[in-house]
Structure formats: C-alpha cells, structure tokens
C-alpha cells in the first residue's frame, strides 16, 4: 500500500468514526427532548358555559374529570403541554383518536383555535407552529360538543385516556409525541339517545349550528 494511500486512510477512518458518534449523539438529543414533553390535564380541565356540565368520576382509585354530555354542551377542554428539555421544539398538529364529527361520545370542532379537519379523529393544524422553549410550557384550547348520534344508555360513562397524539419538530426532524398523562370522561345523559339520532329525545342533529 502506497504512503499516500495509508495517510488517507489513516484520515478517513477517524472522520467515520466521529460522524457516527455525531450521528448518535444526535440521536439521543432528539429522544431526550422527545421525552422532555409533558402532556397533562390539571385538576379542572373542563370550563362549560353550564357548569352542571362538569363532574368527576372515581375509576380504579382515582377521580377523572369529566363532562355530562347534555343538550347544550358548550365546554372548552385544557391541556397542558410543556417543554421540560432545554431545546425548543414546535408543534404543527394534534390530533386526537376518533374524536371527529364521526367519533364518540362527543366530538372537537374548534383546536387551538381552529376548525378540526378529519371525520373520525379530530385534527388541529395551527395557523402557525406553536413554539415552546425549553423549560416552557402551552396550554392547548379545545372546544368540546356533543355527539347526539351516539348510542349510550344514559348514566353509563365512557373513559378517555392519553390524547391527542403531538406532531413535534425538534432539530428539523419531525415526530408524533403521545401525551403523559390525560385521562377524561364523559358521561351520557338523555341526549344521547340509544335509539337513533333522529329520535324525538334529540332535539337537534350534531351538524346543526350553534
């Protein structure tokens, strides 16, 4: 092997090596700050223009939050996203599972002051990515209506747990981050018909307006 061709080597093998530790450290960086975002709900994550609406379930040792699902729900849901890595990330949708004009329960029409878009899941594209700086925290508006084409014998609660889902850029490199810990519930009433959504027990389709 040639001198020249041994000094090459002698370079190459050295930048190999510190790229992929570079790439690696990377890596890690962008788990770390993956899992630097926290997702909660505080102990009154629901604000209704009625609030008769609001109630709390107790569930397996613990009380949840929730809402009763009656004719006129009008409620804003808070969830709390904050940044606890020291590298600033942004959002750009949130999408919650089958909380849709087609979903359960009740659905998201308005996220983070957006129409939702999606019939079965309910997903928020803000105007503009919300920015969170490390160690900084965004609580995220929702608003909440009643789905009355769903079939619940009325009293019988349903859970909902760990939504939305983050889709998340941090260092360029886009990721979905599930929430930490969000656990809801909502609890249907005579509005939520287990015949049909045109029964005379419900007054009004969910695609009226409001």
Not at 154 to 183: C, F, M, Q, Y
């Amino acid at each position: 092997m040639s001198r020249g061709r041994r000094i090459a080597l002698a370079i190459a093998i050295p930048l190999v090596v510190l790229v992929a530790a570079g790439v690696s450290a990377s890596a890690i960086t962008l788990s770390a700050s993956t899992n630097a975002i926290i997702v909660t709900t505080d102990a009154k994550p629901f604000s209704c223009a009625n609030q008769g609406d609001v109630t709390t379930l107790r569930s397996q040792g613990r009380y949840i939050a929730g809402v009763n699902l009656n004719k006129d729900l009008d409620c804003d849901l808070h969830i709390r996203i904050h940044n606890d890595g020291d590298i600033p990330v942004e959002i750009d949708s949130i999408r919650f599972p089958s909380m849709g004009y087609y979903g359960r329960y009740a659905y998201f029409d308005i996220i983070a002051g957006q129409p939702s878009r999606g019939a079965e899941d309910a997903v928020g594209i803000p105007t503009d990515p919300i920015e969170i700086d490390g160690g900084g925290a965004y609580i995220l508006h929702v608003h909440v209506r009643l789905d009355k084409c769903a079939r619940n014998s009325p009293g019988g609660a349903g859970s909902w747990d760990n939504e939305p889902a983050l889709g998340v850029r941090i260092l360029g490199v886009r990721e979905e981050v599930k929430p930490t810990d969000v656990h809801l519930a909502f609890v249907a009433t005579k509005y939520q018909s287990p015949k049909s959504c045109d029964s005379s027990d419900v007054p009004n389709s969910r695609y009226d307006s409001q």
